[in-house]
């Protein structure tokens, strides 16, 4: 069964220094979405991609994070410099495309702890 | 804008009781609803859903009804089991940009 694989599971750093997370979608999903999940809560969009193009950001601190799908497949999700606050679960969905009845399939997350 | 309210957490039952977890929402035109099932660290798994008014969405003993005229979509399962533990997300996507907007999650507990 297909699956949206994340990397890494599982990641401590330092607040100020750099982190990066991969996804790579489902195979032929044009839409992917990248969710923070603060313990506790839903997860709120941080970046919608179609194909390469970025669709929404307007949640994304694009002071300290950026996303990019050079090549409309995989994806990466990077901070820099990390924070204390952004502790949380960092997940990674894709659809077939970007229309309300399709459902969004999720990676496992990582898991970010910043000390 | 889009919102989803789903009732607090965390909702404890014993084995085999009934289970009715609420949902409403906000939203621009015509939605489709989603409920969404996290195990203990994993992603979300989508449940079942719905794309249109009075559509039941069903899978694994659980149903849930797109309701227009009170704008809800409750979850419900006859007979829960301890493996149903978990939390669960009601969610829509409507709009131009169709993204995906989540509740904050109600937790389950099943005790044997």
């Known amino acids: 069964e297909a699956e949206v694989a994340q990397s890494p599971r599982y990641k401590i750093t330092e607040k100020s220094q750099a982190v990066a997370f991969w996804c790579d979608p489902i195979?032929?999903?044009?839409?992917l979405y990248w969710y923070r999940q603060i313990l506790g809560q839903g997860p709120e969009l941080l970046v919608q991609?179609?194909?390469?193009?970025?669709?929404?950001d307007s949640q994304l601190p694009k002071d300290r994070f950026s996303a990019e799908r050079l090549k409309g497949v995989d994806s990466t999700l990077k901070i820099q410099p990390a924070e204390l606050g952004d502790s949380a679960m960092y997940l990674c969905?894709?659809?077939?495309?970007?229309?309300?009845?399709?459902?969004?399939?999720f990676g496992q997350g990582t898991r970010l702890t910043v000390v | 804008g889009n919102s989803v309210t789903q009732m607090e957490g965390p909702v404890t039952l014993s084995e085999e009781a009934f289970l009715t977890i609420n949902c409403t929402y906000t939203a621009t035109g015509y939605p489709s609803l989603f409920w969404y099932v996290q195990y203990p660290g994993e992603g979300l798994q989508l449940l079942l859903k719905?794309?249109?008014?009075?559509d039941k969405g069903s899978n694994k003993g659980f149903e849930a009804t797109y309701r227009k005229e009170t704008t809800s979509f409750h979850l419900e399962k006859g007979s829960v089991q301890v493996s149903d533990s978990a939390v669960y997300f009601c969610?829509?996507?409507?709009?131009?940009?169709?993204?995906?907007?989540f509740g904050r999650g109600t937790s389950l507990i099943v005790h044997p």
């Open positions: 991609f179609q194909d390469e193009s970025v669709v929404d």
């Open positions: 969610a829509l996507s409507s709009g131009g940009s169709y993204i995906p907007t």
């Open positions: 969905a894709s659809s077939t495309n970007n229309r309300g009845n399709t459902e969004a399939f």
């Open positions: 195979s032929g999903h044009a839409t």
């Open positions: 719905a794309t249109k008014a009075d």
